[in-house]
């Protein structure tokens, strides 16, 4: 059913700000400064992909013809060019970790217009994790810690639109996408996601290595290499192609035994703005804080050996799961119902 015109969406597409939220919390894991390089860089030392360590390519796709064209009114207009558009699934906050909510349906034109004003507004210079101008200020190798305050300060209850089959819906965008230019040779499945400011996406790692390009707006990353694995507390709770972490980076003051375990990582820290492509090698744990209203794309790229090995390994769990046979009630997919008395 479609969305009355009177009252589009429903509910707020951006994060309630906490009033009292603390000036300093705790200290959280060590990070350091992510490689940031360029394409040219990279061919002169003779490098090739996959990389085995995330890597920041600056600049990575100001040749793609969707860094001139994709703006909020342009998908917007996009997604209202044929009449009436069927409404999409959503995202209500985290689905990570917690309880998983229901996720709405929404017209999905909509709440890119709303996000295209709230991209006017100027973006507040010390938002964040790790705002710039103190980013800046550290050398690559040189160990630091997070504002981890900065996730009191907002409630992770966004409307987002993520891993959205964009191509699917829309193909003809596929021409102003050069998917080949960063995953020769590989098949590919791509997923958009576009929200807010304060959009938070929960600590995971992919089976899959992944391109992250950013088309609009800027993200925080923060990954840890898969040999951090005994610091990042895996969870049991289902998610297609990923293995989730009972760490909820908005909640770490209220987890005393993930945090002590969280404490002991070394991380990364990428800042990653419109135009830089960011590779994450598969299994790397990330989690990821829009800094300001974000249009980005994720590519994941398999072989065709990966795909009959992890690929098909993960559908046959997939039905398992929806056959009711493995982790239901605990996944990312259902919403989990009240049980009856």
């Not at 209202?80 to 229901?102: M, W």
């Not at 996408?177 to 791509?190: A, D, V, Y």
Request: charged letters at 20%.
């Amino acid at each position: 059913m479609l969305m009355p015109a009177h009252n589009p969406l429903p509910l707020p597409i951006e994060a309630e700000r906490v009033t009292d939220a603390p000036v300093h919390a705790l200290k959280g894991p060590s990070f350091e400064l992510i490689e940031e390089t360029t394409w040219e860089e990279l061919k002169r030392a003779g490098r090739t992909q996959p990389f085995d360590k995330p890597v920041l390519v600056k600049g990575g796709i100001h040749h793609w013809p969707a860094w001139k064209k994709w703006s909020f009114e342009f998908l917007a207009d996009v997604c209202a060019g044929k009449g009436a558009e069927v409404p999409v699934k959503f995202t209500d906050g985290l689905v990570e970790q917690g309880v998983t909510k229901g996720r709405p349906f929404l017209p999905v034109a909509p709440y890119l217009r709303e996000l295209g004003k709230a991209a006017q507004r100027a973006p507040d210079p010390m938002a964040g994790l790790l705002p710039k101008p103190v980013r800046d200020g550290y050398k690559p190798g040189e160990r630091f810690h997070l504002n981890w305050a900065h996730m009191q300060s907002f409630k992770p209850t966004t409307l987002y639109l993520a891993q959205w089959d964009i191509l699917e819906k829309y193909p003809e965008l596929r021409r102003d996408l050069l998917i080949k230019s960063l995953w020769p040779g590989r098949m590919t499945w791509e997923y958009v996601f576009m929200g807010p400011a304060n959009t938070v996406t929960g600590l995971h790692n992919d089976f899959p290595h992944n391109w992250f390009v950013q088309l609009q707006g800027v993200k925080e990353f923060i990954l840890f290499s898969p040999d951090q694995r005994q610091h990042m507390c895996p969870a049991a709770k289902y998610d297609w192609g990923a293995t989730l972490s009972d760490i909820n980076v908005s909640r770490l003051p209220e987890q005393v035994r993930e945090l002590a375990s969280f404490e002991k990582a070394h991380g990364y820290h990428a800042r990653v703005e419109a135009g830089d492509a960011l590779f994450i090698p598969r299994r790397t744990w990330h989690s990821v804080v829009s800094v300001e209203p974000s249009i980005s794309l994720g590519m994941f790229g398999l072989t065709p050996y990966e795909v009959a090995t992890g690929g098909a390994w993960a559908t046959l769990r997939d039905w398992a799961h929806h056959l009711r046979m493995y982790a239901w009630g605990n996944c990312t997919c259902h919403q989990v119902l009240p049980k009856r008395s």
